[in-house]
């Protein structure tokens, strides 16, 4: 083996373990950040959502529809705190106010809920049970637990095709860019911005594949996060305050109002297993 050679292979050696210490410093500096935004974080809202399950506006005429939401602590609407500030409870309210007629809301997101969690929410639902609209969101702790993005969408295209199969007209709103958390130091938010984008781009697509139609959070309300993080977000600056559930619910809205005509004019039932 000649000289140049050997001198070549030399430098590549050295270089690969450059790169690779740097790699190593680099997850170190991120999981260092992130037990600091953890700490910055806390619990400060507890663990628990309200409870806003009823019939909205039954004073109007009508059968009522049947609303489900499903997913992370955003659809669970923790921080509000009132019932109807809720994300559930502004979209029923706000449905049954365009369709004139009453909502009735069955909440089954969890706090702290990522994709993989989905099919267990949709397997609580009582026996019989057939939402005639149906709003997915999550993400958030699939990208701060660093979750694949397959197995992410994996188990939100089979959530739709079981919704699909209960009747359900759906709606996804996709992930929110992490990277208006303040708490989240740099290059982790930015980092979490990225990944996050990634997951809400193959939700969308996922969604529309699996015939459910996805709403882009990030594109509707994520500047108002950004540019207004003290009045978007609650006491822990990690999810929506009273505000910023109204501002997703306003992007939402729109989608759910047409699976609520088209499960109301159609009348679809439920595929045969």
Known sequence: MSNRVVRRLRVLVV?????????????????????????????????????ADRVWRSALDGEPIDLLVLGDSIAAGLGAERRKETLGGRLAKGTAGRMRRPVRLHTAAVVGSESPDLPGQLDSLPEGYHPQVAVIVVGGNDVTHRLPVPLSAQHLHETIRRLRERGAEVVVGTCPDLGALRPVPQPLRRLASSM??????????????????????RRAVGPMFFDEPEAMFSLDRFHPS????????????????????????????????
């Open 196 to 217: 996050s984008r990634r997951l809400a781009d193959i939700q969308a697509e996922t969604a529309r594949h699996a015939g459910a139609e996805p709403v882009d959070l």
């Open 242 to 273: 009273a505000l910023g559930y109204r501002r997703t619910a306003e992007a939402l809205l729109p989608a759910v109002c047409r699976a609520a005509e088209v499960a109301v004019s159609s009348r679809r039932p439920p595929e045969p297993r």
């Open 15 to 51: 270089v690969g373990l450059v790169v690779a210490t740097a790699l190593v410093g680099f997850r170190i500096v991120l999981t260092q950040q992130a037990a600091l935004a953890r700490r910055r974080i806390g619990k400060p809202l507890g663990e628990d959502s309200l409870d």
